[in-house]
């Protein structure tokens, strides 16, 4: 199988540490992530093995997909991260592949197509709510 795929996702990141603080040692942070994902695919499966015909198929779509994975990220400024992040996609359609139609003892027909994403990222931190100095040193005007 070969073939292009598009995605335009929406995630909730969770930072295991306050990577931005420039006051502390560390600025990077192991995170996890969770989403909603729409896709367009065009991809192509063929074969080579003989009798399998039926397996050479190509074609398009569109579908909805549920982004989950994990990285690391480093501050390099107060806005600007670099990342490294792996993931899955778990997708609502068996035709990504073409092979949904096929004979069971070929395919499993009973769950659907997952495609994994692996990659570097730059990003931009639009917006932080900063707490002021005089509420930090002073606890109780927290109240």
């Known amino acids: 199988m070969k073939g292009s795929l598009l995605e335009v996702s929406g995630a909730l990141e969770y930072n295991f540490f306050d990577f931005h603080n420039r006051k502390e040692k560390i600025h990077f942070t192991p ?11 065009n991809t192509t499966t063929q074969s080579s093995a003989a009798g399998a015909e039926a397996f050479n198929k190509s074609g398009n ?7 989950a994975g994990f990285g690391l990220k480093l501050a390099l ?3 600007w991260n670099l990342g490294l992040e792996a993931g899955a996609r778990k997708t609502f359609t068996d035709e990504l592949d073409h092979a949904s139609t096929q004979t069971p003892v070929l395919v ?29 040193e002073n606890k109780q005007l927290l109240r």
């Open 77 to 79: 400024s107060r806005h």
């Open 61 to 67: 779509m569109l579908g909805i997909a549920i982004p």
């Open 108 to 136: 499993n027909s009973h769950d659907q197509d997952w495609y994994f994403y692996n990659g570097v990222s730059i990003s931009y931190t639009f917006y932080k709510i900063h707490c002021p100095d005089s509420y930090k």
């Open 31 to 41: 995170y996890v992530m969770v989403g909603v994902a729409g896709f367009y695919a």
